[in-house]
């Protein structure tokens, strides 16, 4: 009765540790949308980027999320956007799967 006790700890561990796994994975930004070519002269065409409060540029990558939101040229939104983060040519892309304008 024991050992079964102790496997059925060892099991609930292990499927928390691999329930979690998958949310590290996912960021939240918030901060201020922006044209990356109209606002910051860093992109050569128009292109979303989320400037957050610390000053971290987060490119957004071609997704639903990204397209529903819309684009922003020549002014700014405040937004939240969660999704996946990884890293190309330098600069942080953002893969979102969510994404609402805030109040800023």
Known sequence: MEKLLKLGLVVAV?????GGAG???ETTVTGKVVCGKCSLNQAAGC???IVAADGSEYYLAKTE???KFGHV?????TAKATGTVSE???KKWLAAS???????
Not at 14 to 18: E, H
Not at 98 to 104: C, D, F, I
């Open 14 to 18: 292990l499927l928390g540790l691999c």
């Open 47 to 49: 292109q979303n980027v």
């Open 88 to 90: 190309k040519d330098g």
């Open 98 to 104: 969510a994404m609402e304008e805030t109040k800023g």
């Open 23 to 25: 949310a590290a994975d």
């Open 65 to 67: 999320a990204a397209d």
């Open 73 to 77: 040229c020549k002014g700014e939104k």
